[in-house]
């Protein structure tokens, strides 16, 4: 046996060995290197949406409450891309409305008396893409309905079943 290691050494072999599995172990160290970029590694503000593989990005990776509206494309998100309530609360836009137009309660909306049974509504958002429900309060014997005149705002109207238009008190829910 060392006879066969004295014969490695000196017929040349052992460098041919040696420097193949150096080789070996420096190409595949420097493969580790180039493939391995850490936060630190990055200047701020560098990484581009072309740098990033589809998909590579997922929520655990994102601060909370870091994406926002101005960050995602308006009818993008689909009723099945999230669940019930993860989104936040609609806005709460509501009134409890006087015969006389004044708001007993409410918020998100002004409301204006231009006639008798007639009424102007300005909502503090465009309300275009949300229901809209106005309802009499005054009994089963009346009726309140709306025109929508723009995304902020509509015209009510209310009248008894008879169809005699008058003032009357009315419920405003918005639901977006």
């Not at 590579?56 to 009818?75: N, P, Q």
């Not at 004044?102 to 465009?126: H, K, L, P």
């Not at 169809?163 to 008190?169: A, H, L, P, Q």
């Amino acid at each position: 046996m060392g006879r066969m290691i004295r014969r490695a050494f000196s017929s040349g072999r052992y460098a041919a060995v040696a420097s193949t599995l150096a080789l070996v172990v420096a190409l595949s160290g420097s493969a580790y290197a180039a493939n391995s970029v850490r936060s630190t590694d990055i200047v701020d503000g560098q990484v581009k949406s072309s740098d990033l593989k589809d998909g590579g990005v997922r929520s655990v990776d994102l601060r909370d409450e870091s994406v926002t509206g101005a960050d995602i494309f308006d009818k993008s998100i689909e009723t099945t891309d999230h669940s019930f309530g993860s989104l936040g609360r609609s806005p709460r836009i509501f009134a409890y409305v006087l015969g006389d137009g004044t708001i007993q309660a409410g918020q998100g909306v002004t409301v204006t008396r231009q006639a008798d049974g007639f009424y102007n509504v300005t909502f503090s958002s465009d309300v275009s893409s949300c229901a809209v429900t106005v309802t009499a309060e005054s009994g089963p014997a009346s009726v309140a309905h709306f025109l929508r005149t723009s995304g902020t705002t509509i015209n009510v109207q209310t009248q008894s079943l008879a169809g005699t238009i008058g003032d009357r008190v009315w419920n405003l829910v918005t639901v977006c």
